[in-house]
Each structure stands twice: as structure tokens, then as C-alpha cells.
Nanobody, 114 residues
């Protein structure tokens, strides 16, 4: 049974950085491909980044080169390092696993504004 708790959001200036964390409940966290999604007001939720069980990563074009997804399989934690932030990155960010594709936590708010 999955529980995903996001944290680390907040206010950043354009060009700034934030590091998001997702604490996952699964005992065998290392066996799950994990995603970061985001949803801006009035917009559809979009896939931002994915990391597989082998550590392979994939990124949306909108954030490629600026964000880095990583995982700590000992701590059962997923991370999203966000650099060179832009106002259009403002959204609620969610972690997700496709094994439990219908589960969504509360997310963490990221606001990028000068």
C-alpha cells in the first residue's frame, strides 16, 4: 500500500533553485519506477521527469537541462533538484509511481516569482 509525501516546495526567484523530496512508503522502493508530475492553475497535470529502477532518467522538454531527478533507495526517497527556475515552473509538484497509478498525494507548491 503506497503513501507518497512531497516536501521542499516554496518561493524562489527566477534563476533560483529548490530541491523537492518525496518520502515513499514502499518496502521495496528500489523496484519501482518513479515520476515527478506538476500541475499549474488551470492546466493539465504534466509529467516532468522519470527515473527507472536502473537509474535511467527522462525529462520533459520544458525542464530538460535545468532539473535533475534522483533517488535514494536506502531512504526510500525521490528527489527533484530544480535549478534555473522560471515563472512558468510555478505549479504543485507531485511524485508518482505507475504501479499505483491512481494514487496522488497532496503535492508541494512551487512558486517562482520576482
Amino acid at each position: 500500500q503506497v503513501q507518497l509525501v512531497e516536501s521542499g516546495g516554496g518561493l524562489a526567484q527566477p534563476g533560483g533553485s529548490l530541491r523537492l523530496s518525496c518520502a515513499a512508503s514502499m518496502r521495496i522502493f528500489s523496484a519501482y519506477t518513479m515520476d515527478w508530475y506538476r500541475q499549474a492553475p488551470g492546466k493539465q497535470r504534466e509529467l516532468v521527469a522519470t527515473i527507472t529502477t536502473s537509474g535511467s532518467t527522462n525529462y520533459a522538454d520544458s525542464i530538460k537541462g535545468r532539473f535533475t531527478i534522483s533517488r535514494d533507495n536506502v531512504k526510500n526517497t525521490l528527489y527533484l533538484q530544480m535549478n534555473s527556475l522560471k515563472p512558468e515552473d510555478t505549479a504543485v509538484y507531485y511524485c508518482h509511481t505507475r504501479v499505483f497509478r491512481d494514487y496522488w498525494g497532496q503535492g508541494t507548491q512551487v512558486t517562482v516569482s520576482s
